[in-house]
């Protein structure tokens, strides 16, 4: 299985701000992108963001485009996802993986295996 390590989560208040890090290790960064994904109690993952190693492409749900950018240092094996103007709504468990597209619109992940987490809740 991958090695990858998710941080930076917390609590924050609507509006506000917090950086996420993921550090990887093993076959995900042989990948073409890396990826945030995010679960709610519940719910199915969904996608969050994107980023292409070799190009540096990104790509957004729509619920956070204009709120989070994804960045990637592809060095240090690690890809961060800035998330500003937070709602309520992007309270979940935040996962990073490989991830892949048919349509550069509707992506996945590209393993089963997931790593801990970072929790993000955002109060009103």
Known sequence: Q???VESGGGL???GGSLRLSCVASGSTFSDDAMGWFRHSPGK????????????GKTFYADS??????ISGDNAE?????????????????????AAASAD?????????YW????QVTVSS
């Open 2 to 4: 991958v090695d990858v």
């Open 12 to 14: 924050a208040q609507a």
């Open 44 to 55: 199915e993952r969904e996608f969050v963001a994107a980023i292409g190693w070799r190009d």
């Open 64 to 69: 956070v485009k204009g709120r989070f950018t």
């Open 77 to 97: 094996n690690a890809v961060y996802l800035q998330m500003n103007s937070l709602k309520p709504e992007d309270t979940a468990i935040y996962y990073c993986n």
């Open 104 to 112: 550069g619109f509707t992506w996945y992940a590209q393993y089963n």
């Open 115 to 118: 790593g801990q987490g970072t």
